[in-house]
Each structure stands twice: as C-alpha cells, then as structure tokens.
C-alpha cells in the first residue's frame, strides 16, 4: 500500500473529471512513469468505493454498536459494584475473607497434608462426569495455540485429560531439531524427562500418579514451550 | 435467546435483521473474543476483527459467493483467526517463520488468509470511515453520491457552495488523517 494522502486532492479531482485536458494528460502520464504514484492512486480509488458501499458500511455500523453495547452491559454490573459504597464495602469484605481463608490454609497446612489432600481430591473427581467432557471448540482452541507456536501435545482421547498408562505424543516443527521433554509435578518436580534430546515426534506412556502435570520442552539454554495436562486413573 | 437455523441466519445477514445480528453476536463473538484475547489481542481488537468478519461474510453472500463447506460457526472463527493470525504475522518476523512451519495445521475447507488480502485496505477504510462525526460522514457520502455543493449547503445549512467545499475538504483530511494514524495503515505502508 502507498501514502494517498499527499495528492489526494488531485485524486478526487481526476476521479471527478475535473481536471482540463492537459492536466489530465500530464496527470495519466505520470502515472504510467511512477508506480508508486499509479499504486496510491489505486488504493484512492478502493476508499471511494468503500465508501460508496453504504451496505457493507451500514452492515459493519449495526456490528460496531451492538458490540460496544455488549461491551457496555457485560461491564455495568462490575462498575455499579464500585459505584455504589455498601457494595464496593462487602465486595473488599467478601475478598478479605478469602485471602484470610487462603493464607489460613497456607500457614497452618503442612506440605504433607496438602499432598494428600491434592491426591485425595484428584483420585476422587469423576472424570467421567459430563462436566469434564472438553468440548470440540475448546479442544479447537487448545490445539490453535498449541499451532501458533509450533509444538503439540497428542493424547489419545484429544484432550487435556489423560489415563494413566496412556501414550502421549509430544510433536514439534522442524522434528528433526532434537530437544528435551520434562514432565514435572503440582510442586515443581521433575518426574519425568528425556535427560538428552530427542527429535520429534517423541512418544512418552503415561507412567505417572493421578493429578495435575506441567510439561516443558526445551534446548540446552531456555525453555520453549510449557503445557498442562492431567493424569486420571 | 431464540434460536436460527443457518439459513435463517444468512437471511437475516442479507437483510440486517437486527435480532439475527443480535443472535450471531451472542452466539458467535465468544470464541472469537477468546481466541484474540488468548493470541495478545485487546478487546478492542476482537470487536474489530468479528466486525470485519461479519463484513466479508455479508460481501460474500450479497455476490453470491458463500458457499458454506463447514459450520457457520467454524466459518466466522476460522476467517476472524485468519485475519488476527495473518496482522500477528505481519507484526512480527518471528511469528511469521513459526507459523509457515505449522501451517499445515490450518483448517483447509474453510476460508484461507491469502483470500482475504484484498479485504484488508477495506476494512482500514471502513474501520476509519465510522470514527467520523455524523455530519461529516453524511457529506462525504453526498459527496460521492455526486450531489452537487448547493444541496450539501441546503441539507447542512452550511451558507454556501464554498463553505460546503470546505467541510468536504475538512472531511476529506480528517478521514485520511485517522486512517494515516491506525497501526494496521503503518503497518501496510511498511510491507
């Protein structure tokens, strides 16, 4: 695309047929000299046509307001929280009682109960239940970001949730560039990892307890990629 | 929330139905909301890219060439990705190289983001054209409805050819002015 603004008075004025003969003339010869010139005056011709497509524009016009209007509505109730004194009081009341109620726990649970309690949550969810099922868009999306950086985590049911014994399959582009796969715990440990590089796709069965897992493929120097998945009975 | 069927929906698309943009709204913007959020966008940007989506599926149905290979839905979030993947790229070398190298991941029945190249300079004028005033907005569209200076001064009250001259002038620069101050224009004149 090239600047229209400079000449776009002479733009309109040839568009209009304002122009006397020799001005035109001088004006179409430029343009079969200058590329630039005859690009600019191209991409002026697409505005006015955009402009004079009152459809398309009434049609972007109706989006633009119902959007703003969404937008509008879906952050009143949050504003009018804060507008409102007593509700601003029992909204910072309500969030004092849950920092209380975490601190609480962080301070009086030891490490041990709270790997416990973790396992004993994780083991008895039924991940069975609907609620669990990943729905197509979401799986969609999980994919679409795992595409725009190049690497992929394949699990047979197409999903975050795994069973153990499973086979996962980490891929990545280029898969002939060798790189080191970590599986890591709720803690930061590392339970599982390549120790060398390996070159992709890279098959890994799922040998690990119940729970939540971050993965991590990475070089010698720096992380590249880090996911979550979860591991269930 | 009443709900369509897809031909309904491309119906009320061809005649603006209000409640059936209400609808695609509700229905639709979500995912792409989500997406653009999840990939470094802005709210504002998510609005702006479905609005240009919405636009090039309208302008596809009004010259009959929509031909629906996957669901709506798929549809409007496969175009709204390739739009927003296509400005990431643009915006930065090191995405475009990632995203070469994945870009047979792409969904291939729906719409790729080489066919909507031509669109991109349209909705820059678009997008622009709407941050006008009203006034201004009506008279460039007088203006190229080729009314003559004398009705614009009559709708407008302006007090004459020559004052009306000068706010279509004024109009004129003001558009160019906005569309030379959005990113994607930088970003074009760049490439």
Redesign the interface.
Known sequence: ?????KQ??LF?SYY?GELTGNERAAFEKEMEENEELKEAFS?FT???R???D???????????S???K??KNNTSWIRSIFLNPWSAAAAALFVLIIAVYFLYINLFNDEGSQDQRIMAETTSIDWNHPDFQVLP?YT??L???Y????F?LLSPHDSLVMHKGEEMKFSW??SKKKLMIDILDHQGNTVISTDEPVSGPYFQPLILEPGAYLFRIRDHEESLHWGIFFCVP | MQQYTETEIINGLKTMDRDILQYIVEEYYPSVYYFVRNNRGREEDAEDIFQDTMVVIFDKIRDGDFDLKCSLKTFIYAVSRNIWLKRLIYSSRRKQRLFSETDDFMVEECPSAAELDEDEKKFLFQRNFLKLNEVCRMILELFLEQKSYQYISDRFDLGGVQSARKKKYRCLQSLIRFIKNDPEYKRMIQL
Request: proline fraction near 2%.
């Open positions: 695309m090239k600047d229209i603004s776009y008075e309109l209009n991409d697409l505005l006015l955009t402009l004079k009152k459809e398309s524009l009434e049609m972007r016009r109706e989006f633009k119902l959007l703003e969404r937008r868009e969609e999306l994919k679409i970001e595409r725009s950086v190049g992929m582009k280029p």
